[in-house]
């Protein structure tokens, strides 16, 4: 079945030390996108990818980086992660801008 | 600025009818989709509006009034398994790779 995936499901990193997550997808889809969500609250958009071109949010630290190499796979990385970015990370994926999104399973990061 | 209001939670019986309502303020319209998010796993797609008036898909019926900025979420026939958080979100404008702004989510808890 086409989806999106990623990997790990469960992350756990420690205080300052560099991490990165990523995610696939068989979609064939151009437009990637990264979400933060933390609990109770609503997904954040932290950047996204239409092709080969980045689009950070204007409120999104410096401290979370993103690649594409292709089509099919989208990195996180995280630099420096502090307590505060504990969070679940979404990667979802959109055949165009505009258009219904696909969410991944999710990875739970966990920063000790 | 960007807003998105749902309520926090709601409890309902199984086989009863639930509204989820949605307000919104943005500074630009072009769509509003709601998903389901089961605890711990990634948002799936339910429905999708953008012009007024009322969706229906099999047990899940969303309805859109642009003019009021709200929209709301008709679930019938209510099962156990539609406890999960239901999230509101406005596709603000096409030209930025079809960023969703979500609402923090109602979390529907079906009682037997």
């Known amino acids: 079945d086409a989806m999106v995936i990623q990997n790990p499901r469960y992350q756990v990193t420690q205080f300052g030390k560099p991490v990165t997550l990523s995610c696939s997808q068989t979609?064939?889809?151009?437009?990637m996108y990264w979400y933060q969500q933390k609990s109770s609250q609503a997904p954040k958009l932290l950047f996204h990818y239409y092709d080969k071109d980045f689009n950070n949010e204007a409120d999104t630290p410096d401290n979370f980086q993103s690649r594409r190499p292709n089509t099919s796979f989208c990195f996180l990385d995280i630099r420096s992660p502090g307590l505060g970015d504990a969070a679940m990370y979404l990667c979802?994926?959109?055949?165009?801008?505009?258009?219904?999104?696909?969410f991944g399973p999710g990875t739970r990061l966990t920063v000790t | 600025g960007q807003n998105i209001d749902q309520p926090t939670e709601m409890t309902a019986t199984e086989g009863a009818i639930v509204q989820i309502n949605c307000t919104y303020q943005?500074?630009?319209?072009?769509?509003l989709f709601w998903y389901q998010q089961h605890a711990g796993e990634a948002p799936t797609f339910l429905s999708y509006?953008?012009?007024?008036g009322l969706e229906e898909k099999g047990r899940f019926s969303s309805f859109l009034s642009r003019s009021k900025g709200y929209s709301y979420l008709l679930l019938k026939e209510l099962q156990m398994k539609d406890s999960a958080s239901y999230l509101c979100?406005?596709?603000?404008?096409?030209?930025?790779?079809?960023?969703?702004?979500f609402g923090q989510g109602t979390e529907l808890s079906v009682k037997p």
């Open positions: 979609l064939n889809h151009n437009v």
């Open positions: 509006n953008v012009l007024d």
């Open positions: 979100a406005v596709r603000d404008q096409y030209n930025q790779g079809g960023k969703l702004i």
């Open positions: 979802a994926t959109s055949r165009a801008p505009g258009y219904e999104q696909y």
């Open positions: 943005t500074s630009g319209f072009n769509g």
